[in-house]
């Protein structure tokens, strides 16, 4: 089993910028990708960004998420980042880090990201 944390959320305002980290431990093997979601009071949970771990790390963003944010992955720590620049009130929600496998995907508890305006 892996487990997931996540850390790094918190109370910024807007123009501002927070760094996500998720840090995996257990039994790590088989990543296929990694990536950030969020979900916000009332609406389902979206993707934020990807990085393909088996396609050399090739990442992906949500339109919404483009220009502003970068993920990236440190493979001898087994962690994932979401750096967030210029956030904006919208970005508001928690934030939740997921590890693909082969044989399942994993889940951290999420940490909340406020925005003020």
């Known amino acids: 089993q892996m487990q997931l944390v996540e850390s790094g959320g918190g109370l910024v305002q807007a123009g501002g910028s927070l760094r996500l980290s998720c840090a995996a431990s257990?039994?790590?093997?088989?990543?296929?990708?990694m990536g950030w979601y969020r979900q916000a009071p009332g609406k389902q949970r979206e993707l934020v960004a990807s990085?393909?771990?088996?396609?050399?790390?090739?990442?992906h963003y949500a339109a919404s998420a483009k220009g502003r944010f970068t993920i990236s992955r440190d493979n001898a720590k087994n962690a994932v980042y979401l750096q967030m620049n210029s956030l904006k009130p919208e970005d508001t929600a928690v934030y939740f880090c997921?590890?693909?496998?082969?044989?399942?995907?994993?889940w951290g508890q999420g940490t909340q990201v406020t925005v003020s305006s």
């Open positions: 990085i393909i771990v088996i396609a050399d790390d090739t990442t």
């Open positions: 257990g039994i790590i093997s088989g990543i296929k990708a």
């Open positions: 997921n590890v693909l496998t082969g044989q399942r995907g994993y």
